[in-house]
Each structure stands twice: as C-alpha cells, then as structure tokens.
C-alpha cells in the first residue's frame, strides 16, 4: 500500500516531456532534458540579483541557488533611466570567478547576438527579459539551437507557452521588477493558475479553440492541462521584497523565487537574503515565517504599482 | 493474514529535486509490492519530505537529492539541521542515498581548488574525495548511458526466476549529470576525521562522529566499494569517473536517477531499506 499524502498539486512529473518537442533523448548530448534538468534542481531555491562579485559572494553565503549577473538591478534602471543592455561581460566573468553557484546573465528580448555572447562567455542560464530595454518590436529569440538553458518572464498562460515553445526551460512570472511591489507577481502567478484550473477541465476540442484564444501552441497547452500546472519550473519574480512576500509565492505554487532589487537595495542585505533562503524552504511553516522575518532592517522603499503610469511599467515588453 | 510493516523514507526538502525523488521512491515502491505479491510481508511505504529534525526523526531511510550542495548545507545549518543529519548517518548508520549535491554533502572530504570555498560544509559518511562540478559548467553538462553491474539481476542478492535460467543483458541506464561531482579518490575508513585529508590545502572534510559502542557492535567498518563509472570511450583512459559508490548503508550517485523516470536505481535501494529495517527491528 502507497501513502500518498506528500503529493504536491505543484508536482512536475518527471517523465513529463518538459514542452519539448524534439524526439526524447535526442542524440545529442545537449539536450532539453539537461537544460530543465538545471532548472529542477534550482527548485525551493532563491536566485539573487548582484551587480559585482561582492554581492555575489554574499548572496552565495546567505544560500542563494544561483545568482543573476546584471550591471544595475531593475529599481536603479527604473531610477536612471536610459537603454538597459547586457552587462559587461568582464564583470559577468569576475562574478563567475567568485562563486560555485550557477550564474545567469540578462540579454534584451530578441538579441540572439547578446545570447551568443553570454553563452559564450559560459553563463550557466540566459534570462531573456522585459528588464532589459528590447531589441527587437515582433521576435523572441529562438532558443533551443542554445546550449545554454533560458528562463522567461510571462504574465499569462500564453505568454509561458508561447515562451516554453521558443525553447525556454524555465518560466518566471513577470511580476513588475524595481518595484517591491508583490501585486504583480501575485497577479501573474494567480492569472497562470487559474488558466491552467480552467484548461484542465476542457476536452482536445475545447482546448484547440482555447490555444487560438491565447495564441499558444496546442500540444503544449493540451500537455499542460494534464499535467495541472506549466510543464517547466516556474519561479516568482518581480517585486518580491520580504521573506512572507518569498512564502506567498511558493503558497500561490512557485517553484522558487527569484529577488532582484528587494535584497540589496534593503537596509542589511546579507540577513535579509538569508531569511528569504530560510522562507522559501520553509514556505509553509509560518512559525519559521515568523521568527525570519524579526528584525531584519529597513526594506527596499518601493513604488506602489497601482499609481504607476502604464508606460513606466517592464511587464508589458515582450508578448 | 499479515499486517503492513510501516516503513518511513524521507527526501530531505530543504532545496533541490526532492519531489522528483519522491515520485520515482512511490513508482519503486509499487513495483516491490508487485513482486511481493507471494510473500506473506507486505510494506507500508511512507514518502515523507523532511525540513526539520523531527520529521527526520520519524524516518527509516533518507535520500539528500540534487540541489545547490551549498545552499542545501547553508540552510540545515541555519536551521539546526546539520548534527542531527550526522547524527542519522554516522551514528545510527540509517540507509542514506545522496544523488549528485547528496553525494557532496555526504563525502567525508571534498575538493574546493577548482572551485571557491562558498560555505560548504559536509556531512560525511562516506570515505571518498568529491570534486565538485567536476566536468565544468552548465553547458557542459550531458546526459550518458552507463552500465551499472548492481542493477543485473544476476548480481542481485535476491534472485528472480529468470535470472537463474539466462543472463539478462542490462538495458543500460540513462544517467542525466548536471554541473555534477565526482568522486576523485577513495579514502581508507579512518577513526575519527580523515586527518590526512584535512592536512592539504583546498580540502574540506567532515567532523567524524563515533557510533554508540551498542550499535557500533552491528555494524563492521567496511571499505567504500566502487559502484559504477563513467566509460565515455575517452582515448588515453583506461576506467572512467567514479559517478557510484557504496559504503555500508551510505549510497552516492553524482547523476541524476530521478530526473530519468527509471525507476530500477530506486527499486535496487528501496529493497536495501526493506533489508536493514528487517534487520534493524529483528523481523
């Protein structure tokens, strides 16, 4: 007899097909399931935003899985202004050279020439991302021809499968960066959700008109809504600042969370980024929650979303 | 009539691939209870995801999955997870499996020269050297297909009919390595810490941990046995990696069993559970 009640909803299935549509253990070795394979094991993990090797090392102490290179995290971009690109890869490298988590690096939506830089460079993961000003208005960078893994930002199921299908092995949710405002995340993450708890109940018919309606590719949608939930890891991003911000998520069905400007741009860094670590293992033990969360400083000041002006906002670059 | 002898795994959750194993541990466990169909003993199998000592308390066996090995050692540290964890390894002797940040953390002694020392610190239980990322980056990780002795049924120790009439040619095992260790040297057990290890630079090692002379009594210091390697058809190398090894109850893998949907690794450990539980509580 089975005991069966350590089954999450969330549960990614590990003979799912991850969305990847090449012949299942491919000849060759750089292969889809490698490039999710990463992904999976970055899972109830904390990504940090750092912007030298300093940062870096102090994320890496406080327990972050990985961290994201990038020159000015997304609340200095929203501050200054101006057309964000990819780093520099000399300080991509410094960071490199300091720590034994993965790094990942940002390119712009669509600048595949950015993506062979990095990949290059040898960055463990590219984040293809709405922070970054884009380069291109129609196109998406495609993205399995890349041995390197990409993680995509969405705010909806078919923004995710659209994504997905391009070749990302990891999705996040938009959430709207340089805030510290959870709204949108929550919002993105719920909006998934929810699409998803909707999919799963439709027949092969119901769906077919339901992939034109959120112009997503069928077989994916189709597997999807089998699986209950995005058939790749799907993180949080975007205005997570405080440990019970990083705990929503997971609650709401992440798979992990990345935290960009709330961690370095907070009064004490180094504890803050280690009781977001602590928060995320321990999504759902809110004495854990309680205890983490004493004490821990000044948090980031932040922009209230819902009086920001529709242009000021990351979310809605790319589509 | 019997009654279900209640067994406990747990899949240490503190961050990494953790429900991955426990999606292959409930695919084992069916596969052991079609095979039992015959015998009179029947498992209760509960997979169990551990964050805290006392759930690691109510566990028989425990796997540490893959993960980031420093971020999984930060924060059983922080949470007063790391002794207990030594506790149930190295003094209890509790079946233990690590896969690939697993294998790391349950190293007596790891190499940090090629890479930087992060706050890494280790459990131990098994007397090897690890090299972490051993064959480099993201991109450098790949998937190979291994043969792993242990998994021929005529190796096993408990035979299935059809292994006694004809040997059976071993579908190899798809072995997914990701940024993955190595273990670079096999140690001789020692008594107390690995002190020859320790005295070189960019080694890290495990605080040693003396069994009770009551249990230390069951259990004999055995040597670590080398389980599988990696044969990639390299020119110039005469035997692959070590990516398996065996140290009484202490099992380490540097791949990826979990993210296969192969569930015979599984099954193979699984059984060894069943067998120390056996003999742990004289049924």
Request: charged content about 25%; hydrophobic content about 40%; some cysteine.
């Amino acid at each position: 007899m089975l005991n069966d009640t350590s089954k999450m909803a969330t549960e990614l299935p590990t003979r799912s097909t991850n969305g990847d549509r090449t012949p299942l253990n491919a000849a060759g070795e750089e292969n889809f399931t490698v490039k999710t394979g990463l992904a999976r094991m970055l899972k109830g993990g904390v990504i940090m935003d750092v912007v030298n090797a300093e940062q870096a090392r102090i994320a890496e102490e406080a327990g972050a899985v990985a961290v994201m290179a990038l020159e000015r995290v997304p609340a200095d971009i929203r501050a200054e202004g101006g057309v964000s690109r990819m780093s520099d890869p000399k300080m991509i490298r410094e960071i490199m050279k300091t720590v034994t988590i993965p790094v990942m690096a940002k390119a712009r939506i669509g600048h595949f020439v950015e993506c062979q830089i990095l990949e290059a460079i040898g960055v463990d993961y590219i984040d293809e991302s709405e922070v970054l000003t884009p380069a291109d208005a129609l196109y998406h960078v495609e993205k399995h021809p890349f041995s390197v893994p990409f993680v995509c930002g969405c705010r909806n199921l078919g923004e995710a499968l659209r994504r997905i299908s391009e070749g990302a092995a990891m999705i996040r949710t938009k959430g709207e960066a340089g805030t510290g405002d959870v709204i949108e995340a929550v919002r993105h993450m719920r909006t998934v959700n929810s699409e998803i708890a909707h999919a799963s109940k439709m027949s092969d018919t119901e769906l077919r008109v339901l992939a034109k309606d959120i112009q997503a590719p069928f077989e994916l949608l189709r597997e999807t809504a089998r699986l209950g939930r995005l058939p790749v890891v799907n993180f949080a991003a975007g205005g997570v600042a405080t440990p019970a911000d990083a705990a929503l998520m997971m609650q709401l069905g992440c798979d992990g969370v990345f935290v960009g400007s709330g961690i370095f741009k907070s009064g004490d860094a180094s504890k803050r980024a280690k009781a977001i670590v602590q928060a995320v293992t321990h999504y759902n033990d809110p004495k854990v929650l309680a205890e983490v969360s004493e004490d821990l400083g000044e948090a980031m000041v932040g922009l209230n979303v819902s009086v920001m002006d529709a242009k000021d906002k990351m979310q809605g670059r790319g589509w | 009539m019997s009654s279900e002898i209640p067994i406990t795994v747990g899949v240490l959750a503190l961050q990494g691939a953790f429900n991955e194993h426990i999606q292959l541990l409930r695919e084992a466990a069916q596969t052991i209870s079609l095979r039992e169909t015959e015998s009179k003993r029947k498992w209760k199998f509960t997979f169990s995801e551990i964050r805290n000592k006392n759930e690691l308390a109510t566990c028989d066996a425990l796997i540490i999955p893959g993960g980031e090995s420093t971020a999984i050692s930060l924060v059983a540290e922080r949470c007063g997870m790391l002794e207990p964890l030594r506790e149930f390894v190295k003094v209890s002797r509790n079946p233990t499996w690590g896969t690939c940040a697993g294998l790391i953390l349950l190293a007596e002694s790891a190499n940090t020269s090629s890479t930087k020392l992060g706050g890494q610190s280790l459990i131990g239980g098994l007397d090897v050297r690890v090299n972490r990322n051993h064959f480099g980056r993201q991109t450098e990780s790949f998937q190979a297909n291994l043969f792993l002795p242990f998994l021929s049924p005529t190796n096993s120790t408990e035979k299935s009919e059809e292994s006694s009439s004809k040997e059976i040619k071993q579908k190899p095992f798809r072995a997914i390595f990701i940024r993955a260790p190595i273990v670079e040297k096999v140690l001789s057990p020692v008594q107390g810490i690995q002190a020859q290890e320790a005295s070189k630079e960019n080694i890290i090692v495990a605080p040693s941990k003396e069994m009770t002379p009551e249990i230390a009594s069951r259990f004999t210091v055995e040597e670590v046995e080398v389980l599988g390697r990696l044969d990639r058809g390299k020119e110039g190398e005469d035997e692959g990696e070590i990516i398996a090894v065996r140290q009484g109850n202490c099992f380490g893998t540097s791949f990826h069993p979990e993210l296969t949907g192969d569930e015979r690794i599984h099954v193979w450990w699984l059984e060894g559970v069943v067998r120390d539980v056996v003999g742990r509580r004289g049924l």
